[in-house]
């Protein structure tokens, strides 16, 4: 249970830097992430949901495609159904998205918070605890069903 508590620690250290939350998509394999952490509020949750926005969320397309750290308000940034407006409008300010790994086993995460930008050395911050996250759990198709059943109940939601 090393690895539950690690995985733990990280996503707690993550929610102290992003005030309005954070979606971590961990070794994300066929479009699907082996685990999943969102700390954003429900409100917000429920509509990305039920509104299908993964499917045309501009920086999940663009952390699927690239590695790195992409800043929600990059003018580059393709987001026809605006997305990232309607996020804005859920209160989800100043984001980054941070993307790491292989193709096949990408791990994908956005931050926000309402207190402004992220700085570099935050970016920085932020890229390096995913990067964590993402090697802490490598080798999760290996994982013993407690463990696994223990890091899918780690809750960092927002009611």
Not at 33 to 52: K, T
Not at 66 to 88: C, F, I, K, S
Not at 123 to 131: F, K, N, T
Request: include cysteine.
């Amino acid at each position: 249970m090393d690895r539950v508590r690690k995985v733990a620690e990280l996503l707690s250290r993550m929610d102290q830097v992003c005030d309005t939350g954070f979606a971590l998509a961990i070794h994300i394999r066929f479009t699907r992430p082996l685990l999943l952490y969102q700390s954003y509020h429900r409100a917000w949750s429920d509509f990305y949901s039920e509104n299908g926005l993964m499917l045309t969320d501009p920086v999940v397309r663009w952390g699927l495609e690239n590695t790195g750290v992409l800043l929600w308000d990059d003018p580059e940034l393709d987001d026809p159904a605006d997305v990232v407006a309607l996020a804005r409008k859920h209160g989800l300010r100043n984001g980054v998205t941070v993307s790491t790994g292989a193709r096949a086993s990408r791990t994908i995460s956005g931050h926000t918070r309402s207190t402004g930008p992220f700085t570099a050395d935050e970016i920085a911050h932020l890229q390096c605890l995913v990067e964590t996250v993402h090697e802490v759990t490598e080798g999760l198709d290996a994982l013993d069903a407690p463990e696994m059943q223990a890091l899918r109940a780690l809750d960092f939601s927002r009611p």
